[in-house]
């Protein structure tokens, strides 16, 4: 199973996720069954290793930076995944956008697991500056999406 973490510019959000989403499996031990990684909606970003906020915010969870440099969604990135998980509704516009319509729903927004909240953004701390924010966010939808695909792979 591929899961592709996105946000706008791969430097904040989406790597956080990959970040924590990866420590999960690994935690749950699923490396080699559940593959992870991330992109952005824009290449602006491209190269760049994942803004000071949240490299500081991941190391303050425990978490490894190393391998996380942004990079833009690719035409090869709706083939390779299962499920692409993005933050905001503007994510899941551009994504459904460029998307081939056969991939077009695998294309959802981080809350979508969490009954009540499926519309809920996670915002891009980019703008708000509130890293630790995007982490419980993610914190709070992270496990919920394993416990889905860790189903679909039984």
Same mark, same amino acid.
């Given at each position: ?7 706008? /510019?791969? =430097?904040? +959000? ?8 990866? %420590?999960?499996?690994? !935690?749950?031990?699923?490396? /080699? ?13 491209? /190269?760049? #290793? @994942?803004?000071? #906020?949240?490299?500081?915010?991941? *190391?303050?969870? #425990?978490?490894?930076?190393? #391998? $996380?440099?942004? +990079? @833009? =969604? =690719? ?19 551009? $994504? ?5 319509? %056969? ?10 697991? &969490?009954?009540?909240?499926? !519309?809920?953004? &996670? ?5 708000? *500056? ?11 939808? $992270? @496990?919920?999406? $394993?416990?889905? =695909? ?5």
């Amino acid at each position: 199973m591929n899961v592709l973490f996105a946000c706008l /510019g791969n =430097i904040c +959000r989406s790597p956080m996720a990959e970040a924590m989403f990866k %420590q999960m499996v690994d !935690d749950a031990g699923l490396n /080699g069954k559940i593959n992870v990684d991330s992109a952005g909606t824009s290449n602006e970003e491209e /190269g760049n #290793g @994942p803004h000071p #906020g949240a490299a500081k915010t991941m *190391h303050a969870h #425990g978490l490894s930076t190393d #391998g $996380l440099i942004s +990079r @833009p =969604i =690719i035409q090869q990135d709706f083939d390779w995944a299962d499920y692409i998980i993005c933050m905001d509704n503007m994510n899941k516009y551009n $994504l459904q956008r460029i998307a081939p319509a %056969q991939d077009r729903d695998k294309v959802h927004l981080a809350y979508e697991v &969490i009954p009540g909240k499926e !519309d809920q953004e &996670i915002p891009d701390p980019w703008y708000t *500056h509130r890293f630790e924010d995007t982490y419980n966010s993610l914190n709070e939808t $992270l @496990p919920l999406w $394993l416990d889905k =695909i860790t189903k679909e792979l039984s």
